[in-house]
């Protein structure tokens, strides 16, 4: 229907999301470098979770949603560091100046996901067009045609969507969220059993560490599942 996002089938959206074991939230900012390296990994646990992940992404926006404060040349160094640890290499040709902000891609993610595309296109086509194209993503116009393409909408509708109170409103509650976990590095992954175990990594980006940690969480919730059916609980 015209206006209105449609969904695409995502790794991890096989099976039956009622039997899911693990809800996963990633609190993340769309020009977030670190985040940009979390994709891969997190999408391959997706991909071999399946219907056992219950999965959500939320925004949290870096430097409470103003400029950055540091232009191009640190910003480099920064990709640099990161490409020695990943290597992974970005371009850093979407900054400008010291006053770039990551507010408009994150606004713009946001404002398709309240449009309906809550799965991962928009957000990721943004960060692509940042960090590997080089679009000047600090735009708000430049943020606008990106999400607009990736969501199949109209600008005029991803405009309206970032204008709307009520977006800024959940970015801000979201954000909130990832503050009172008491970590300061997206991304930031919080895991959750239905056994009621918890887990949050925070800034860890490699495959095996993500993996192995929600393994864990999901071996203790079948193991639990498979004593209590062959020993009753006792009466208290």
């Not at 925004?59 to 160094?77: E, V």
């Not at 969220?177 to 918890?198: C, H, N, T, Y």
């Amino acid at each position: 229907m015209p206006g209105v996002c449609q969904a695409l089938r995502e790794p991890g959206s096989k099976g039956n999301p009622a039997m899911a074991k693990l809800k996963l939230i990633y609190y993340m900012d769309v020009l977030s470098s670190w985040c940009f390296a979390a994709e891969e990994p997190l999408a391959r646990l997706r991909e071999r979770l399946g219907g056992r992940l219950d999965y959500d992404w939320r925004i949290a926006y870096l430097f409470g949603g103003g400029p950055m404060g540091y232009g191009r040349q640190l910003s480099d160094w920064y990709y640099g560091r990161l490409k020695t640890i990943t290597g992974i290499t970005l371009n850093g040709s979407w900054r400008e100046a010291a006053d770039d902000t990551t507010w408009y891609a994150d606004l713009a993610a946001q404002a398709a996901r309240e449009l309906g595309c809550t799965d991962d296109r928009v957000r990721l086509a943004l960060t692509r067009a940042a960090m590997v194209d080089g679009n000047h993503l600090g735009k708000r116009d430049v943020a606008i045609a990106v999400a607009a393409q990736a969501a199949g909408l109209s600008a005029k509708e991803i405009e309206h969507a970032m204008d709307d109170p009520a977006t800024t409103e959940h970015m801000r509650q979201t954000t909130e969220e990832f503050a009172k976990l008491g970590v300061a590095m997206q991304p930031a992954f919080v895991l959750r059993s239905d056994i009621a175990d918890m887990a949050v990594l925070s800034g860890l980006v490699r495959y095996e560490t993500l993996s192995s940690c929600a393994d864990e969480m999901l071996d203790a919730s079948s193991k639990y599942a498979e004593y209590g059916g062959a020993h009753p609980e006792p009466a208290a």
